[in-house]
């Protein structure tokens, strides 16, 4: 049986840091060098600057691993990449880092001893693992969905686990493609904003916005109902 849980508010305190954060922004923006230095021109050419690398797609790739173990926020990474690739290369190098790194946590969660990997997850070891080797790739598909542990963590208790390395591959990937959806729209809504701002489609990046909210919205309430 489920474990109740208990209800939980908005994390106003997030939402707080991300509002400062986004006046400190528009602040530095309207009061400092940065708007003449961060212009579409210059994003631009710094992108085709750095697409030449041929290390570019490794380096992106390896930001995402280290990103995993950091905690740094993947859509970050994800903004980085479609900017730097344009829409179509910068999602498939998105989502190629994020099954690396999910590969690179699962595989430290089978290495490491399993006294280490409690030590990291606590009681979602338990909890969690008991749960991803009854339902599998639904559980890896509900993890990502329900994204408590953090995504390093939930892929370590994964490997600790022994769960079998194509069910978790598989449910990782399934959990990646509503986010594809919403990038590859957004990604092109962006691409022409720095060329061109007449060429924003407003009402297409709000549409996404509300479907893919809608859509994690009815997920993570069937998944609960479920029992995840």
Same mark, same amino acid.
């Given at each position: ?14 939402? %707080?840091?991300? $509002?400062?954060?986004? @006046?400190?922004? +528009?602040? #530095?923006?309207?009061?400092? *060098?940065?708007?003449? !230095? ?17 290390? %570019?797609?490794? $380096?992106?790739?390896? @930001?995402?691993? +280290?990103? #995993?173990?950091?905690?740094? *926020?993947?859509?970050? !990474? ?17 989502? %190629?880092g994020v099954l690396v790194a999910a590969l690179v946590?699962?595989? #430290?969660?089978?290495?490491? *001893? ?6 990291i997850a606590g009681d979602a070891l338990e909890v ?17 969905m329900l994204p408590t542990p953090p995504f390093a ?76």
């Amino acid at each position: 049986m489920a474990r109740k849980r208990k209800g939980r508010g908005p994390a106003w305190g997030k939402i %707080a840091a991300i $509002a400062v954060a986004i @006046a400190l922004l +528009a602040a #530095a923006w309207r009061w400092t *060098p940065l708007a003449e !230095i961060a212009t579409a021109e210059n994003i631009l050419a710094w992108t085709r600057a750095v697409r030449e690398k041929w290390w %570019a797609p490794l $380096a992106l790739v390896g @930001a995402y691993v +280290a990103g #995993a173990f950091l905690l740094f *926020p993947r859509p970050v !990474i994800t903004l980085v990449s479609v900017l730097t690739f344009g829409v179509w290369l910068g999602v498939a190098y998105g989502m %190629a880092g994020v099954l690396v790194a999910a590969l690179v946590t699962y595989a #430290a969660g089978r290495l490491l *001893p399993e006294a280490t990997v409690r030590r990291i997850a606590g009681d979602a070891l338990e909890v969690v693992g008991k749960k991803l080797r009854e339902h599998g790739i639904v559980a890896i598909f509900a993890a990502n969905m329900l994204p408590t542990p953090p995504f390093a963590v939930q892929n370590m208790i994964a490997g600790a686990v022994r769960i079998r390395l194509w069910q978790f591959m598989l449910g990782t990937f399934l959990a990646l493609l509503p986010a594809v959806v919403a990038w590859t729209v957004f990604g092109d809504q962006l691409s022409a904003a720095l060329e061109d701002s007449s060429k924003v489609s407003y009402w297409a990046i709000g549409a996404v916005v509300a479907l893919f909210a809608a859509f994690i919205y009815l997920t993570r309430r069937w998944l609960r109902a479920k029992g995840f």
